[in-house]
């Protein structure tokens, strides 16, 4: 059963580009991906663009995400409701 706010429920689809490594060193790196996020819900769509940096750091041997940030094209836009998020 769907909550009462997907009445009619909302379709999306994120269109991701191949993460580019921005800056690294031995122990962290930042990633930028460009992203494309597209929902509809009845006969309304809206869209937002942008770029989600991760900042990665190296812990055990392993790389760990220590900041995801989310910058909108139009961040200085009011943002709209959103149903589905990335």
């Given at each position: ?21 921005d800056?690294?060193?031995e ?39 220590r900041?995801?940030q ?17």
């Amino acid at each position: 059963r769907r909550p009462p706010s997907q009445h009619p429920e909302s379709w999306s689809q994120h269109v991701l580009q191949a993460p580019e490594i921005d800056t690294a060193d031995e122990e962290s790196c930042v990633t930028r991906t460009a992203f494309h996020y597209a929902e509809a819900r009845g006969d309304a769509m809206q869209m937002l663009t942008g770029v989600v940096l991760h900042h990665l750091v190296r812990l055990d041997g392993a790389l760990r995400i220590r900041l995801k940030q989310v910058n909108l094209l139009n961040s200085d836009a009011a943002l709209p409701s959103i149903q589905l998020f990335l």
